[in-house]
């Protein structure tokens, strides 16, 4: 019998909860026999209906004093208290499993570490793209590929507006409104539509791909708040939808380069018809190839059936650190996204801005805005070209 | 360090010498510090012009005699004499990891229940789906999940052809000469066009899903051969394409369904754009909803990739059995596939098939042949319906 404690009782807390009830035979088989229960939850909130009211603690000490826990479930998000908490419990010998981004991506080098001495886990499968498995596949199933690049949509909520914007012919503010009616998008939409929750997935993504702890905050982050339906009529011209792209690439001198900004997705491209809420992750290897996951990015069953999976790997390696981890290196060995060579999609703010760009290629004009798509060229001298007459959105290679 | 036997060098054995030399430095990061290194390679044939030459040897005794050799590799394909040397390399307390579909498929229950019993593991990834993890995601990072239906495209070798026939318009026998032309198929290419290979896979994919096995020989398997260019063009008419689905289905009261054979596909769904040698596999659970993992279904550095992925596995649970299996279940546990329910694309031998299908969608007629489509019923009913009047391909529903 493993004993597992979950802290934040929100959304996914409470799925969690659920996944581990409702399939606790199942799971029994998955780790040879040891049934999982839930011990404690730790939440802040009262909740006098649920049908365990007994597990409910508001005291973390109930938690990382009690012996008979070996897996902590930390769904609370945000850093405080969450990164105190985790690293208690794993200071404690516990294993913790997580969906919090933000705190991997700001705190996880030292809790992987933490883990590694305790020779326990920290498991953070939920972390990206909800339920898709995408941590486990990326360390273990192509681990013997020297991983060159990842890039996808990592964030369904603004894949949602985008898609309706794209299919509806909609505003962003629309689509927005949609997706807030809907439950897709938060009251508050900043940390999706702002492009943060993104950029905190592709800083885990880039740093288990590299070995390298890339910082998010490094990383130049663009969301999709000036993307307006002219802008996709006129990517319709040059037969393509635009995404959230997060990307990462590792070169052959092992720097990483990473960002996360719209992008022209040629139609065709696997990524162009990934609709709605979905995500998808496409993962390029040496010896693999391309390889895409595809699947739902959040929701509450999909992200704790992430978790769950963790929470049975860590049962199933109790004392056993899988290795999963990354370093913290000092010199910067992030690519200068001024040297990165693409394609630019130009709204010019004047006609004449398109004679700067031989071999543009031209897709008309709407109230004081020309568009065009500018030949191949590295994005500091395209900048320079520019010169500021206008904003642009970087064309995905096909 | 960890010494590798590899046995047979074909074209994936020679891809995983090449993988495990290649990246020795990034796979001993991800061991721990391990380093892996190939210690004896087996095959009849002589290689005197490769790097190593002193690592070939034509006796397993070489192998499984040496005290030194932990990971034994066995792609040498076949059940004779793979399967006595995978058991004898098991009993002498050696992981071993495979390719080998069609000795998973007919021995993996024994081999994985003698890998338990001497706590090492016998593991399998890349004989399903090439380098496109899915093995470890169904019995990982999905299991939290139920799992209640998988279903793809699962030969590269077919879809090539198919979609040279829905592209191109080409005939099956000229597709298939370009796919063997291209050495996508070989040269007596029945494994693929008859489905024998997709049976395998989903016969694995069903006994994993499952928890039981799934005899291979009990799913009812219908290959390509009989498609014609007239056919693909119907389908059009019915807004889809033609490809060869691998097939199943767990019930709730735990029974399964499995089946390979050619299945119209709506356009829209994910399925219907995954062309070329491609493969992609769908996954439903009851927590995470759909999951897609698409990527190269062969080829040597793929399928040497998911071989080395496993290999590394292995070295990281050098005496830990990963408790990943399936038991052998006496009673039959599979659905009768005539109870299935589903729409039916029937090419008629005569216009007034038709009539005994009401509600049926016509969609033409050319040289004798009336095609249109059934409403959903069960397959039992539409065949004594049909009662031998002409043939039928399944429709899979959205």
């Given at each position: 019998m493993i004993k597992v404690a979950i802290m934040g009782y929100g959304v996914v807390g409470s799925g969690v909860y659920e996944v581990i009830r409702k399939n606790e035979k199942s799971i029994a088989k998955k780790t040879g026999g040891k049934t999982i229960t839930?011990?404690?939850?730790?939440?802040?909130?009262?909740?006098?209906?649920?049908?365990?009211?007994?597990?409910?603690?508001?005291?973390?000490?109930d938690i990382v004093n009690d012996?008979?826990?070996?897996?902590?479930?930390?769904?609370?998000?945000?850093?405080?208290?969450?990164?105190?908490?985790?690293?208690?419990?794993?200071?404690?010998?516990?294993?913790?499993?997580?969906?919090?981004?933000?705190?991997?991506?700001?705190?996880?080098?030292?809790?992987?570490?933490?883990a590694k001495e305790q020779n326990v886990n920290y498991l953070f499968e939920a972390s990206v793209g909800g339920g898709i498995p995408i941590i486990r596949p990326l360390s273990q199933c192509l681990a013997a590929n020297e991983l060159e690049e990842i890039y996808g949509i990592l964030n369904g909520t603004t894949n949602f507006i985008l898609t309706k914007m794209i299919t509806d012919g909609a505003d962003f503010e629309e689509a927005l409104a949609e997706a807030q009616r809907l439950g897709y998008a938060e009251r508050n939409p900043e940390a999706d539509v702002e492009g943060y929750d993104a950029c905190r997935k592709i800083a885990i993504l880039a740093s288990l791909a590299s070995g390298k702890y890339v910082n998010w905050s490094t990383i130049e982050t663009e969301g999709i708040t000036k993307i307006t339906r002219r802008d996709v009529a006129f990517a319709e011209k040059f037969q393509a939808v635009i995404k959230l792209i997060g990307h990462a690439k590792i070169t052959e001198d092992e720097k990483v380069y990473a960002r996360v900004s719209p992008m022209l997705i040629p139609k065709g491209h696997q990524l162009a018809d990934v609709n709605g809420v979905f995500n998808a992750i496409l993962v390029k290897g040496d010896s693999i190839g391309d390889v895409m996951f595809y699947g739902q990015g959040a929701g509450k069953l999909p992200t704790a059936s992430a978790v769950v999976a963790d929470v049975i790997d860590a049962a199933k390696h109790i004392h056993t650190?899988?290795?999963?981890?990354?370093?913290?290196?000092?010199?910067?060995?992030?690519?200068?996204?001024?040297?990165?060579?693409?394609?630019?999609?130009?709204?010019?703010?004047?006609?004449?801005?398109?004679?700067?760009?031989?071999?543009?290629?031209?897709?008309?004009?709407?109230?004081?805005?020309?568009?065009?798509?500018?030949?191949?060229?590295p994005e500091g001298e395209?900048?320079?070209?520019?010169?500021?007459?206008?904003?642009?959105?970087r064309v995905l290679e096909g």
């Amino acid at each position: 019998m493993i004993k597992v404690a979950i802290m934040g009782y929100g959304v996914v807390g409470s799925g969690v909860y659920e996944v581990i009830r409702k399939n606790e035979k199942s799971i029994a088989k998955k780790t040879g026999g040891k049934t999982i229960t839930v011990k404690h939850i730790l939440d802040l909130r009262d909740f006098p209906d649920h049908e365990q009211p007994q597990l409910f603690t508001k005291s973390f000490e109930d938690i990382v004093n009690d012996p008979e826990v070996a897996i902590v479930v930390e769904v609370m998000g945000g850093l405080t208290p969450a990164y105190e908490y985790s690293k208690a419990a794993l200071l404690a010998g516990k294993n913790v499993v997580t969906s919090n981004k933000a705190l991997v991506a700001e705190h996880g080098t030292e809790l992987m570490q933490i883990a590694k001495e305790q020779n326990v886990n920290y498991l953070f499968e939920a972390s990206v793209g909800g339920g898709i498995p995408i941590i486990r596949p990326l360390s273990q199933c192509l681990a013997a590929n020297e991983l060159e690049e990842i890039y996808g949509i990592l964030n369904g909520t603004t894949n949602f507006i985008l898609t309706k914007m794209i299919t509806d012919g909609a505003d962003f503010e629309e689509a927005l409104a949609e997706a807030q009616r809907l439950g897709y998008a938060e009251r508050n939409p900043e940390a999706d539509v702002e492009g943060y929750d993104a950029c905190r997935k592709i800083a885990i993504l880039a740093s288990l791909a590299s070995g390298k702890y890339v910082n998010w905050s490094t990383i130049e982050t663009e969301g999709i708040t000036k993307i307006t339906r002219r802008d996709v009529a006129f990517a319709e011209k040059f037969q393509a939808v635009i995404k959230l792209i997060g990307h990462a690439k590792i070169t052959e001198d092992e720097k990483v380069y990473a960002r996360v900004s719209p992008m022209l997705i040629p139609k065709g491209h696997q990524l162009a018809d990934v609709n709605g809420v979905f995500n998808a992750i496409l993962v390029k290897g040496d010896s693999i190839g391309d390889v895409m996951f595809y699947g739902q990015g959040a929701g509450k069953l999909p992200t704790a059936s992430a978790v769950v999976a963790d929470v049975i790997d860590a049962a199933k390696h109790i004392h056993t650190n899988k290795l999963i981890t990354w370093k913290e290196v000092k010199e910067n060995f992030m690519v200068d996204p001024d040297t990165v060579v693409a394609r630019f999609f130009v709204k010019a703010n004047a006609a004449e801005v398109m004679k700067d760009f031989p071999g543009a290629e031209p897709l008309g004009d709407e109230a004081g805005t020309w568009y065009f798509v500018t030949e191949a060229m590295p994005e500091g001298e395209f900048k320079k070209k520019l010169n500021g007459r206008g904003d642009f959105i970087r064309v995905l290679e096909g």
